[in-house]
């Protein structure tokens, strides 16, 4: 799922502080970074790229990025979507030769290729945040320098009286399902509906 991206949100600038990998299991590796935070300011929709620096705490380096808009990046998105959906199109063409009998290396070249490209492909899409610069957005590197983005909140009203206090609690957080925040969200606020607000002589709650 692609990462979910707003004008303003947290996000990170981390240094990768090991220059091999270190043994994490079979055949995989693992890479430390040191995280600083970094507040991503990102151009208008319909505005170009916008370039934004930031000093790396760890090695003192002055880091100049390219940072996308929300419509940019969803396009950024997009584009790796669609190179995905090109692998698993190369994987069909590839069990059509082999079905067919007609260049049998190329079929099993084609086979092992396309699996492969939309995975690389699709991890691309859910990793891209829409900031390029040093290697970062590129798929199947472990960048010196990496930006992540945190998903900002759904956007919802707060439950709270303005007069008592009192609030309803409801999950935001953006790797909920929408459909469940909602649900969540229409829970909460009848519960706030029968709120009886003591401070205001019980007529109700305040917003």
Known sequence: MPTKVAQKQQGAVSHRMNFWGRPAGPSTVAWDYEDMPWEIVRPDDGLPAARRSVRCRVCDRELTFTVYSVTGTGRRQARWRALAWAGLGILVAGVVVLFSGAMLGGGVALVIAGPILGLVFGMAASDEVGI????????????????????????????????????????????????????????????????????????????
């Open 132 to 207: 390029s610069g040093h290697g970062n957005g590129f798929p199947v590197t472990n960048a010196k320098h990496a930006v992540t983005a945190s998903p900002p909140p759904y956007d919802l009203q707060d439950l709270a009286c303005t007069t008592c206090g009192h609030t309803e609690e409801f999950p935001r957080a953006a790797y909920f399902r929408e459909d469940y925040v909602q649900e969540q969200y229409e829970a909460a606020r009848d519960r706030f509906a029968r709120h009886v607000c003591l401070a205001s002589g019980g007529t109700g709650p305040k917003w």
